[in-house]
Each structure stands twice: as C-alpha cells, then as structure tokens.
C-alpha cells in the first residue's frame, strides 16, 4: 500500500536556524498538507497546498513559514527562524482530488528547537 | 465548523464491542462526519466517513440518527493493538479541506 513518507524522523537545531523538513506524498495525490503537534495537545492545521499554491493556511502559518513542492515527489516545509515554541512534531499529509478528508498522514518529524 | 463533543477517555476489554459517541449539535447540512485514529507519535489515521445513517468498513461502523446532531463509531471485538485516540472531526468538504481535530477518546483496551 502506498504511504506518505517524510524525513528525518527527528530533527533537533538551536533556536534561531532554518530547517526544512520533507515530505513524499503519494505519487497519484494532488493536495498537500502540513500539521503540527505540540507533544500532548491537538492536531493542528498549518497550511494546505494545491496545484502549486497554498489553498489555506492558519494563523500559526505565519512568515517564518513556507512550503515548496520543489520536483514532482518532494513537499517541503521551512521554518526560518526556529523559535521553541516550534517544538512539535510535524506531519504532511496528502489526498487524491475529490476526497479531501480522507487524508493520508506521514509518519511525522519530531522538531527539537534548543 | 462543527464544534465536537467525545468523551475524554474509555477504557474496554480484548474482544468486545466499543462504541464512540461524538455530538455535534451545530452540523449543518452539507457537512460530513469523518473519524480518525491515531497512536502514540504517529500520523492521524482515516477511519471512517459519513453523511447519514450508517456506514460500514473493515475496520469499524459509523451510526448517524436521522437528526445527525450526534454519531457513533463502533469498534467490533477490539484487540490491545485499537488502543489509540480516536477523533470525531465534523466539516464540509465543499468550503475547506482542512481537518480541525479536538482533542479527541483515549481508547485503553485491557487484557
């Protein structure tokens, strides 16, 4: 069964730096998604992507935010200046056209920001 | 959106049924109910989706009263490995493809 695939696991960086974490969503889908979860709370919405554009984001996709689709397999999501509160871990998620909310989720990064 | 209501937690037995009751007394009409699963640091899991009525899969059913202000997923003769968070998420597919979760039914299911 196909799955979407992300890397690294974990990623721990100091306060201050840029990380990009990446996505391989399922090779057929065409919308795109990130999530976050800080550790014991809620799922959280950050940005969804489509057709090479954000189709929605919410308000904690602010500009240290960006996501890319830089080849036909590759979803990105940058941070540019990591803050502690970035601490989460991160999930990219992806659909087929017309079946929005059954999303297919990664397995997640975990970010550590010291 | 829909606001949610679940239970915070439940706790059951290998091999018996577990049903989920989540409310949502403010569903309107073209909005759809979608469950998820999720483990412990893992990605949320689809389970099951619908309008009305009952639906039916592999995994679990999902009953939808003709009002559609509550629903309820059930689980059939769960094992240790349904232990996870389960999500009951209300919104219509036609305005947003975002999934707005609660906070969800920790399941604990016993030997």
């Known amino acids: 069964e196909p799955e979407v695939t992300q890397t690294p696991s974990h990623q721990v960086t100091q306060m201050g730096q840029e990380v990009i974490l990446r996505c391989v969503p399922i090779s057929n889908h065409l919308y795109f998604y990130w999530y976050r979860q800080i550790l014991g709370q809620k799922v959280e919405f950050l940005v969804s992507f489509y057709n090479n554009e954000i189709s929605e984001k919410s308000e904690i996709f602010d500009d240290q935010f960006s996501v890319e689709r830089p080849d036909g397999s590759n979803f990105t999501l940058k941070i540019r200046s990591t803050k502690l509160e970035d601490s989460a871990m991160y999930f990219c998620a992806s659909t087929p056209e017309g079946l929005s909310y059954e999303q297919y989720f990664g397995p997640g990064t975990r970010l550590t920001v010291t | 959106l829909a606001k949610t209501t679940q239970p915070i937690s439940m706790d059951s037995y290998e091999g018996q049924e577990v049903n989920i009751t989540c409310s949502h007394n403010n569903i309107a009409t073209n909005d759809y109910i979608t469950w998820y699963q999720q483990f412990p640091s893992q990605g949320p899991r689809f389970i099951i989706q619908?309008?009305?009525t009952k639906v039916t899969n592999e995994v679990a059913s999902l009953f939808i009263p003709a009002d559609r202000k509550s629903s309820t997923l059930s689980l059939p003769r769960v094992s240790l490995s349904d232990t996870a968070v389960y999500y009951c998420?209300?919104?219509?597919?036609?305005?947003?493809?975002?999934?707005?979760f609660g906070s969800g039914t920790r399941l604990l299911v016993r030997p």
């Open positions: 619908g309008y009305k």
């Open positions: 998420l209300v919104g219509d597919m036609n305005s947003s493809y975002k999934l707005i």
